[in-house]
């Protein structure tokens, strides 16, 4: 079955605590992206990527670290948690970069950071 | 002023009517507009896709797109209990693959 799969799907953490929200996906995507989902503000994106080793920020990139070494994996990386970054984090993916839209998402990492 | 808008609902109506969901957009460039559904607990998952103006039908679901008025609609005719449900619309904003999107409408549809 075609999807994208985030680990884990709920974290309760503490302030300054590393963590890494996984993602891997599949159907051999080439443009991977993450979003976080907040009431009020909707989905923005962090960070992407449009192919192994080619990463960018999004629009709220602060905060978060990116890796892609293998063209399935798009690891989120939050260094020193801060409470501010409690949100419902979302993976997504499509086939390649141009392809305007069609982004497949995963179930969503609910994260809290007290 | 947000590139792309959206009017949070909620919004509840019988089973059997016609639904309009709409959207506002500031920035003209990048012509794709998107509606996504997401159900509680689960991720965005693309329902209609458009490119420029005009309507695209899908079953019982149209897209209309006026770039006069920078306006997105969604209808949902005969809507029923399942497409009960938060509908977020999108637009690209940038290069290869940015999307931005609205805040969503929560939808129900009761029996």
Redesign the interface.
């Given at each position: 079955e075609a999807q994208?799969t985030q680990n884990p799907r709920y974290l309760i953490t503490v302030t300054g605590k590393k963590l890494t929200v996984t993602c891997s996906q599949n159907m051999n995507h080439e443009?991977m992206?993450w979003y976080r989902q907040d009431p009020?503000?909707?989905?923005?994106?962090i960070y992407?990527s449009?192919n192994v080793e080619v990463t960018d920020k999004?629009d709220v990139p602060e905060g978060y670290k990116v890796s892609r070494k293998e063209k399935r994996n798009f690891p989120l990386i939050l260094e020193s948690p801060s409470p501010n970054q409690t949100s419902l984090y979302?993976c997504?993916s499509?086939l390649?970069?141009?392809?305007?839209?069609?982004?497949?998402?995963?179930?969503?990492s609910r994260l809290t950071v007290l | 002023q947000k590139e792309v808008e959206?009017d949070?609902g909620p919004l509840s109506v019988p089973e059997g009517a016609i639904v309009s969901l709409n959207c506002t957009y500031s920035n003209s460039a990048?012509q794709?507009?998107?509606w996504y559904r997401q159900y509680s607990?689960?991720?965005?998952?693309?329902l209609m896709?458009t490119y420029s103006s005009g309507n695209k039908e899908d079953g019982r679901f149209t897209a209309q797109v006026d770039k006069s008025s920078k306006y997105i609609s969604l209808f949902i005719r005969d809507s029923q209990p399942s497409d009960s449900a938060t509908y977020?619309c999108?637009k690209?904003t940038g290069?290869?693959?940015?999307?931005t999107?609205?805040?969503?409408t929560q939808l129900k549809v009761e029996l």
């Open positions: 994208v443009y992206s009020g503000l909707g989905l923005r994106q992407y449009m999004g979302f997504a499509s390649t970069s141009s392809t305007a839209g069609e982004l497949f998402f995963g179930e969503g | 959206q949070p990048f794709y507009f998107m607990r689960k991720g965005p998952e693309l896709y977020l999108a690209k290069g290869g693959n940015k999307l999107f609205g805040t969503g």
